[in-house]
């Protein structure tokens, strides 16, 4: 059962990491700078980089919201399998 645990942990863990591995190409969405001669006067790479997070954010929030979901279903209906296993168990004797 302890692999089962390991599990439950790991995927909270990947979907950190896809999101961080996901943040990485700052360049690609903006410096910071705003501008092309970049002397740091201008703020329209700050606004698409923090618009770009609050949405790698709220991915984060529903994958793991669909994760806990998916999750619980399942743990449901293990508790469920083992109840009619018993069931059959006692049956046969």
Do not use: F
Not at 4 to 30: Q, W, Y
Not at 33 to 48: A, C, E, I, L
Not at 60 to 78: C, D, F, K, N, S
């Amino acid at each position: 059962m302890c692999s089962h645990r390991r599990r439950l942990l790991v995927v909270p863990a990947l979907l950190c990491a896809i999101t961080s591995l996901v943040a990485l190409p700052v360049d690609a969405v903006g410096d910071g700078k705003g501008g092309p001669n970049r002397n740091g006067t201008g703020t329209g790479g700050d606004s698409v980089l923090s618009a770009r997070v609050v949405q790698l954010y709220e991915d984060a929030a529903l994958a793991t919201e669909r994760y806990e979901a998916g999750r619980q279903e399942a743990e449901a209906q293990r508790a469920q399998a083992l109840r009619i296993e018993k069931l059959l168990e006692r049956e046969r004797r």
